[in-house]
Each structure stands twice: as structure tokens, then as C-alpha cells.
């Protein structure tokens, strides 16, 4: 699979920061990854006299984690996704700004997306080889763009607001799945609007 597990450890020697381990996922990557905020928890441990830590319960934590991960990933699978409808997608959930202000930036704004959807394309190509083409692979492809933003740079704003885009994709992962399970649910209602606003460029 593409994720691996990962434990983030904090301390102190003068009792200042409590002691705590941060568990989440991030991409299998070779020099980068994304850290799941929403998906991730926190254990922490008071430097307080006979204070002991409860490795079992720890543990159970750390595996309900897992758990809900995995789980999470199984019900993305099994929902498909039309290819034709996964570059609306990726500027929705990545909340990439479709609006132009005058014909003087139609020229950039054009070339922009024309790269993003290259980008989404290729991507797009080479997960669903693996996956098909379903919402886990929309999943893969979001966390590919955010990961490798310094490769690709194609995320305004992505610098100022590390973070939000780091949660994204994982936000993203709760609200679809939440929408799939409501009756009639329709991929081109749901992304009505953006596709809408990507017609509109192309009109222009």
C-alpha cells in the first residue's frame, strides 16, 4: 500500500512539555510525506511523581486508529469515480481558484490548469493501474499533489497555509463518504459547481 503508520514523539527534560506520542499516516514517499491532522491522536503523559503509562490502553488507541484508517481506505475503494470527472474533483477538494478577474490573466490562468490537469491526468493513470478507478484513487492522487508540492508547484497559497492543505485530502475523505451514503447521491451534483466554473473557462 502507499501509507505507512507514524509515531511523533514529544518531551522535555524539565518537566515543561508533557510527554506525548502523535500517531497518523502519511504516503509511502522517499523524502516527503502528508500528515493526516484530523486523522491523528495524541497520548500524553504528565511528568508527574508515580504517574505511570497505561501501554495497554495506548495500544488499543493506537490499533482503533489503524482500524478506522483502514476502514476508511476499504469504503473508498469500492465506490468509482468517472476518470472524466477526477480533474474537477481535484480542484474542489483542493479548493483551487477557478475565477478570473480580466482577459490579461486568462493566458496564465489557462497554462496553470492545463499543467494541473496534465498532472491529475498522469496521476490519475498511474493509481488506478494499481487501484482502479475508484475514490481511493482519487484519495491518492489529492495526497501525490499536496505531497509533492515542492516539485510540482501548483498549490496557491500552499506555503502560507502548510497545514490546511496537509488536511485536506483527509477532510475531503470523511465528507465523501458520508455523502455516498445518502440516497441518489450523484457525482455531477456533487461537483456541479465546479464543473460549471471549468466550463466556463474553456469558453472563454
Known sequence: ETWLPFLRTTN???????????????????????????????LKFLHNKGNKVDAESAANKIRATSDLFSSQCKILKNHAIPRELMFA????????????????????????????????????????????????????????????????????GYYFNVRSYFTKPADWMD??????????????????ETIDRLERIKKQ
Open 12 to 42: 522535555s527534560y524539565n518537566r515543561s512539555v508533557a510527554l506525548s506520542y502523535e500517531i497518523g499516516f502519511v504516503r509511502k514517499l522517499c523524502s516527503n510525506g502528508v500528515l493526516f491532522n484530523k486523522d491523528t491522536m495524541k
Open 89 to 156: 474533483l481535484v480542484c474542489q477538494v483542493l479548493n483551487i481558484n477557478l475565477e478570473i478577474s480580466g482577459n490579461n490573466q486568462l493566458f496564465k490562468k489557462m497554462k496553470s490548469l492545463k499543467y494541473l490537469y496534465e498532472l491529475t491526468h498522469n496521476l490519475t493513470t498511474e493509481y488506478s493501474n494499481q487501484f482502479g478507478i475508484n475514490a481511493y484513487t482519487a484519495f491518492n492522487v489529492l495526497t501525490d499533489l499536496v505531497s509533492h508540492q515542492d516539485q510540482y508547484k501548483i498549490l496557491p
Open 175 to 192: 465528507e465523501f463518504i458520508g455523502k455516498v451514503k445518502e440516497k441518489n447521491f450523484e457525482y455531477g451534483k456533487y461537483l456541479k
